[in-house]
Nanobody, 114 residues
Framework: QVQLVESGGGLVQPGGSLRLTCAASGSIFMINTMGWYRQTPGNQRELVATITRGSVTNYADSVKGRLTISRVNAKNTVYLQMNSLKPEDTAVYYC????????WGQGTQVTVSS
């Protein structure tokens, strides 16, 4: 079983920055893909960014050039650096980990508002 602990969400003004962190712990064999998804009320959870163990990244078009995903394999940790934030980035952000099955974090709220 893998546990995910997210941190770094909060309230920020438009144009500001936040950094999300997700640390995986527990009975980990080898984590393949890690990533971030987000969800707003009444909408489906959507991809933000993913990164493979070999650091191949994939981003939603809406965040390219503003958000950067990275990971430290030795720490089983994934990061999401969020710059130039917009009000439409407001959502609950969920950490995602693929080992031999999928795991999800509990979610962290990001609010972009003046």
């Amino acid at each position: 079983q893998v546990q995910l602990v997210e941190s770094g969400g909060g309230l920020v003004q438009p144009g500001g920055s936040l950094r999300l962190t997700c640390a995986a712990s527990g009975s980990i064999f080898m984590i393949n893909t890690m990533g971030w998804y987000r969800q707003t009320p009444g909408n489906q959870r959507e991809l933000v960014a993913t990164i493979t163990r070999g650091s191949v990244t994939n981003y939603a078009d809406s965040v390219k050039g503003r958000l950067t995903i990275s990971r430290v394999n030795a720490k089983n940790t994934v990061y999401l650096q969020m710059n130039s934030l917009k009000p439409e980035d407001t959502a609950v952000y969920y950490c995602y980990v693929l080992e031999y099955r999928e795991y999800w974090g509990q979610g962290t709220q990001v609010t972009v508002s003046s």
